[in-house]
């Protein structure tokens, strides 16, 4: 099995050789701790500063607000023409929209 960077270690918890996941035929599922490699620097787009690691990226979403675009997957796509508000917020705004043209038409005849 060739190695990469997405290969997982299993080291038991008596003791003994760590192995390659999956690569032992008589290994069972076991539970475990996992060691997830730290994220690399990356150069913020906002504000063009170096953050490094994981706690630079809390950092730097914590400072302007944001989220990963990964913490995105499976939310619905938002269009600029997306509409939110609510069917009274609707009918709300399509009446003070009458009145305005209203008023400015009849301002004209007084």
């Known amino acids: 099995m060739p190695l990469s960077s997405r ?3 299993v080291y038991p918890a008596g003791g003994g050789e760590p192995y390659l996941k999956g690569s032992r035929p008589d290994s069972s599922p076991v539970g475990g701790v996992a060691i997830m ?5 990356f150069v913020s ?3 063009r500063k170096l953050y490094s690691g994981r706690a630079g990226m ?3 979403n914590l400072r302007h607000n944001v989220v990963p675009v ?3 997957a499976g939310l619905p ?3 600029t023409t997306s509409d939110l508000r609510s069917s009274e917020q609707k009918r709300a705004s399509d009446q ?3 009145q305005v043209v209203i008023n ?3 301002k004209h005849y007084r």
């Open 7 to 9: 290969c997982t270690w």
């Open 58 to 60: 809390r950092e730097h």
């Open 45 to 47: 787009p906002i504000d």
């Open 104 to 106: 400015e038409v009849n």
């Open 77 to 79: 796509t938002l269009t």
């Open 70 to 72: 990964a913490d995105l």
């Open 96 to 98: 003070h929209r009458k």
């Open 37 to 41: 490699p730290d994220l690399p620097d």
